[in-house]
């Protein structure tokens, strides 16, 4: 059915992602589909960077192989082919990142981890319903 499944994850909030991975793990393999997980960094701010620019370029790739690095930890506890998983690191708008890979990968769904719900969340986490409300595939919510 889903032959690819994209997983957006906060690599720093993994326990948000276990329950969301267990389920495209379950998914995967009654289809024999691909995951794709998905960490979006946040942007630095040129303004914020000014006169520092040789240590905002250490700083960033030093995240984003920080990132790389707890991603494939979390791929191991996958019980899947390591051809099945793919890792994805991206920086800017969480919505917007997850949406542009899931449109390029032609990704049948997303699922997505969320925090159980409170006064300020109503629903669902912030970025959780802000990516149900503009994706263009089925987006589970996993809690």
Request: no cysteine; aromatic share 6%.
């Amino acid at each position: 059915m889903y032959k690819k499944i994209l997983v957006p994850v906060d690599v720093y909030e993994t326990g948000l992602a276990d329950k969301a991975l267990q389920h495209a793990q379950f998914l995967a393999k009654s289809a024999s589909a691909e995951i794709h997980l998905l960490h979006v960094m946040p942007a630095f701010s040129a303004e914020l960077t000014r006169g520092f620019i040789s240590d905002a370029r250490k700083m960033d790739e030093y995240m984003i192989n920080n990132s790389k690095e707890k991603l494939a930890a979390l791929v191991k506890k996958l019980n899947l082919p390591q051809e099945h998983v793919h890792i994805h690191v991206r920086s800017g708008n969480i919505r917007d990142e997850v949406i542009k890979l899931a449109d390029e990968l032609g990704a049948g769904a997303i699922i997505v981890g969320s925090r159980n719900p409170n006064i300020q969340t109503h629903l669902l986490g912030s970025e959780a319903a802000s990516i149900v409300r503009y994706a263009h595939v089925p987006v589970f919510v996993i809690r």
